[in-house]
């Protein structure tokens, strides 16, 4: 596909949300993941800086947006002014989410340190509460989703290479195993 086209579409005034909001999640989550994982395997502190500066600014827009996005999305060219500003705080020509930290984000944050500390103490102390009374719910559940994790790699695996899930015995093995279990419970 010719990226000029991809671009046309993108930016098309009456292009679909679907598109537009795709097109933010990419440049908004995707490749920001991936950047910060290679800035943390570079052990460049520069670069970790940089990103840890991104995911402050994108995560205090996400708390702005999750009050408001239901009835800005209505506005016309909502998705794609958004798509702009997280790519504006992403280029490092800009250096936008610097920007976005030091005139807005640090200054609330240092005028509301103290009462935010309290906050988050309280929070944390209540999670560590609530972790130590269901410690046991928690393990039944960690079992219960490594199972559900294991089954569905091994179906997906199944899917995918059908010819290793015959050629490993995979389903004889299965069958063996519950018939061993089976003749345990009789004796």
């Known amino acids: 596909m010719d990226p000029e086209v991809g671009l046309r579409l993108l930016f098309s005034p009456l ?3 679907i598109v ?3 097109a933010c999640c990419s440049v908004g989550v995707v490749l920001p993941v991936y950047s910060t ?5 570079g052990r460049d502190e520069n670069e970790q800086k940089k990103w840890l500066l991104y995911w402050a600014a994108y995560g205090s827009f996400s708390v702005v947006e999750l009050f408001t996005d239901k009835f800005l999305c209505w506005f016309p060219l909502y998705y794609h002014m958004k798509f702009a500003f997280l ?8 250096d936008g989410a610097r920007q976005m930290y030091m005139t807005h984000l640090r200054p609330f944050l ?3 340190e103290t009462r935010l500390d309290q906050v988050v103490g309280f929070f944390y102390g209540q999670m ?5 009374v269901h410690q046991a ?3 039944f559940v960690r079992a219960l989703l490594m199972r559900t994790f294991v089954s569905a790699k091994q179906f997906a695996s199944g899917f995918i290479h059908p010819e290793r899930r015959h050629m490993s015995g995979a389903i004889e093995g299965r069958r063996q195993q519950f018939d061993t279990s ?3 419970d009789e004796e």
């Open 37 to 41: 994982f290679k800035a943390i395997e």
């Open 20 to 22: 537009v909001r795709t």
């Open 128 to 132: 560590s509460k609530f972790v130590s």
């Open 110 to 112: 240092l005028k509301h």
């Open 137 to 139: 719910e928690i393990k």
């Open 182 to 184: 089976d003749s345990e």
């Open 87 to 94: 790519v504006w705080l992403e280029l490092p020509t800009t």
């Open 15 to 17: 292009a679909s949300n």
